[in-house]
């Protein structure tokens, strides 16, 4: 039972692990590598490690709330999913398009440095790569850029790097959280929805825990 295994736990830890529960449930992912501004050098995450340690009691516990979790020792990432597939955030046609960008970049820097798990990357970066590869055809408001910019650093899938998220120059981290909320076969559904140029397609393809 999961509240034998939390009364194990000193006070220090029990508030550490309200903490976790709630940061998750908020951010859907937790990291084992965190990136602090302006230093690209990831630092371990304490939260991931205690998370590790106590992972059926994680696991107990936010079942009873209806989730499930998935831990990724490659990436270093756990998640976790709603098994009533409730709390799902269905996205828009353009931060749609603009995950699959990143995602795109994400594989490309990987190529070229496959030791990281990480890839740094300006926003005009990628609004040029989105015009070139005619997902959009005009650069978007500013308050379309920093309203997806905010939806996606609050769910740790980019992290403002340096600059201002209203600049075009800001640098963005792409975490490794991107190859699960665009798969491989969320790429494929997207493409083939995409040529029947049907929007309500198109962003029904990409969800994520809200």
């Known amino acids: 039972m999961w509240n034998e295994k939390y009364d194990l736990l000193t006070n220090s830890e029990k508030e550490r692990f309200t903490k976790i529960v709630n940061y998750i449930l908020n951010k859907t992912f937790l990291l084992r590598e965190t990136y602090e501004e302006k230093d690209r050098i990831g630092k371990i995450s304490a939260d991931y490690r205690f998370f590790e340690r106590n992972y059926e009691l994680f696991q107990d516990y936010l079942e009873i709330a209806g989730y499930s979790i998935s831990k990724d020792d490659s990436e270093g990432i756990i998640s976790i999913s709603n098994i ?77 790097f340096d600059g201002n998220i209203e600049d075009s120059n800001v640098t963005l981290t792409i975490y490794p959280t991107i190859l699960k909320v665009v798969s491989n076969e969320k790429i494929t559904a997207i493409y083939d929805n995409m040529f029947k140029k049907d929007e309500e397609a198109i962003k029904n393809d990409i969800s994520f825990e809200a």
Do not use: C, W
């Open 84 to 160: 009533y597939f409730t709390n799902i955030l269905r996205l828009d046609k353009f931060t749609t398009l603009f995950l699959l960008i990143l995602r795109q970049i994400y594989d490309e820097e990987k190529e070229k440095a496959p030791s990281g798990n990480v890839v740094f990357v300006k926003g005009s970066e990628i609004v040029v790569k989105m015009i070139d590869n005619k997902l959009l055809t005009k650069k978007p408001t500013i308050k379309d850029m920093t309203d997806v910019l905010r939806l996606l650093i609050r769910h740790n899938i980019i992290a403002k």
